[in-house]
Nanobody
Framework: HLVESGGGLVQAGGSLRLSCTVS????????MGWFRQAPGKEREFVAA????????LYADPVKGRFTISRDNAKNTAYLQLNTLKPEDTAVYYC???????????????WGQGTQVTVSS
């Protein structure tokens, strides 16, 4: 069971931090990924991190602006969103899976999503 939070409405150039809390005692066994889906578009990869936090992967549009992290003691993954742009507007989803990957089918469990809206 994954629950995202932290979304909201922010002006361009602003920041948000998304959280994804996972209800499992085996959280540290999972790679965590963040994806997003804008209206009328397919879900796309944003960032991923392996179980230890030692390996990360980012989509090109967010490199240098977004940062993924995790706290295994709190069963929580985070996505820091900085220098937000209107094109970042989407529902953001976290996923838990076996591999650090940009493929949607690499994740076995998903949260319900949290809305991020960036105004110009």
């Amino acid at each position: 069971h994954l629950v995202e939070s932290g979304g909201g409405l922010v002006q361009a150039g602003g920041s948000l931090r998304l959280s994804c809390t996972v209800s499992t005692r085996t959280f540290r066994n999972y790679a965590m990924g963040w994806f997003r889906q804008a209206p009328g578009k397919e879900r796309e990869f944003v960032a991923a991190m392996n179980w230890s936090g030692g390996s990360t992967l980012y989509a090109d549009p967010v490199k240098g602006r977004f940062t993924i992290s995790r706290d295994n003691a709190k069963n929580t993954a985070y996505l820091q969103l900085n220098t937000l742009k209107p094109e970042d507007t989407a529902v953001y989803y976290c996923g838990a899976g076996r591999d650090t990957t940009d493929r949607i089918n690499g994740y076995d469990f998903w949260g319900q999503g949290t809305q991020v809206t960036v105004s110009s």
